[in-house]
């Protein structure tokens, strides 16, 4: 590690206030503690036995459903791994940082740790987004079987560590629905002039159909869609999209989404406090952000149904399925946003050829095995009167 680094993080965390960040990336310099006198027999053996103290920020609001527990998961599994001595706090969005900062805050040591999604840096990089999800890309298991095992991971972190950070998945929405909407999609034309809330890639799909892509906050959609400002918007899934109330306004719900398949989530890391970590804490770190990951999946695949049926059953909302005409057209209006997208520079475009490669040579494996199961099982219990 270089001394310059060393020496922009150290006085970042100092200026924040990281007291337990200096004593891990420093263990030589005795920490400040803000104990009271009372609780100093209680703190010094702490850090005798080598306590390290981190400070997690995250995109999302405090507690959400789903993506406010994934960071809260990996905090938990590392600290029970460790036997409590790597402790990690989770700061939901705006008490730390604002959820857009938290890239380089941790890049300059501002901040430990974030959680969020990598296509919020694509001004930082445009690879990024491959990281997260792309439209007409790949499925959350596709996509990890890409990055663990297809040259992900190593394009991702070199990507990462020009910004003095090692990043993981560490969480994974599943597919994601393709949006609530005041009137039916009949056709494409039924796109000209659509107002939807999509940012994005997806966005800029919309906006080649006719649309007008609009960008808003989660906070902001349901207000936009009460007072007519926008038309339709895509979230999630039925279990945060249900928390949000959408289907008052925008009552029909239309599936398959385009726009991400399989959106991956990510713990990014501080560089130099990454490779302050022992192996065995480097792996910790590693098996923390998998629990994160594959618990975030079941979690979603459960919450979705559950969801859905009370949205069906309770409230009346037959889902809607794009015709095949529409999501043709679609996805040649896909491919040519993310070609412009990994062409655009020379890192990008290698991340996007490995996207690519292993998107295509999954497909068939996807098609064969999921796909056709999925279909055939649905005939069969629809036979059955199920």
């Not at 901040?111 to 694509?122: F, I, L, P, S």
């Not at 003095?164 to 629905?177: L, P, R, S």
């Not at 491919?335 to 475009?349: H, W």
Request: glycine share 12%; net charge neutral; hydrophobic share 40%.
């Amino acid at each position: 590690m270089s001394v310059k680094r060393r020496d922009i993080v150290m006085g970042a965390a100092a200026l924040a206030g990281g007291a337990g960040v200096i004593g891990a990336l420093n263990p030589k310099r005795k920490a400040k503690t803000s104990v009271k006198p009372g609780d100093q027999a209680i703190a010094a053996p702490a850090i005798h036995r080598g306590l390290k103290q981190f400070r997690l920020a995250t995109t999302w609001p405090k507690d959400f459903p789903g993506l406010g527990q994934m960071p809260n998961r990996f905090a938990k599994a590392l600290y029970d791994m460790s036997g409590g001595t790597i402790d990690v706090k989770v700061y939901a969005a705006g008490e730390l940082v604002g959820a857009l900062e938290c890239f380089d805050a941790t890049s300059t040591g501002a901040a430990d740790m974030y959680h969020g999604a990598e296509y919020y840096w694509q001004g930082k990089s445009r690879g990024f987004s491959f990281f997260t999800a792309v439209p007409m890309g790949m499925t959350a298991a596709e996509i990890m079987g890409w990055i663990d095992h297809g040259g992900g991971q190593t394009l991702w972190d070199n990507l990462s560590a020009q910004f003095n950070i090692k990043a993981f998945q560490a969480g994974n929405t599943g597919h994601q629905t393709g949006g609530w909407f005041k009137r039916e999609i009949n056709s494409l034309e039924d796109f000209k002039g659509l107002k939807m809330r999509m940012p994005g890639l997806g966005g800029e799909v919309i906006r080649r159909l006719g649309g007008a892509a609009v960008r808003l906050s989660g906070s902001e959609i349901y207000q936009a869609l009460q007072s007519g400002s926008i038309d339709a918007t895509e979230w999630v899934g039925p279990w945060n999209d249900y928390a949000f109330g959408f289907y008052r306004e925008a009552p029909y719900y239309y599936a398959p989404g385009f726009h991400e398949p399989g959106a991956s989530l990510s713990i990014g890391i501080n560089l130099d406090i990454w490779e302050s970590f022992t192996p065995s804490e480097q792996a910790m770190v590693s098996f923390a952000c998998k629990a994160a990951n594959d618990a975030s999946l079941g979690e979603y695949t459960h919450e979705n149904a559950k969801a859905l049926n009370i949205l069906k059953n309770d409230h009346g909302i037959a889902p809607r399925f794009f015709t095949d005409e529409i999501m043709i057209e679609v996805g040649k209006v896909c491919e040519d946003v993310v070609r412009e997208l990994g062409n655009s520079d020379r890192q990008t475009q290698r991340i996007y050829e490995s996207y690519l490669a292993a998107r295509n040579e999954y497909r068939d494996w996807t098609q064969m095995s999921e796909g056709r199961y999925i279909a055939a099982r649905q005939r069969a219990l629809e036979a059955l009167g199920g």
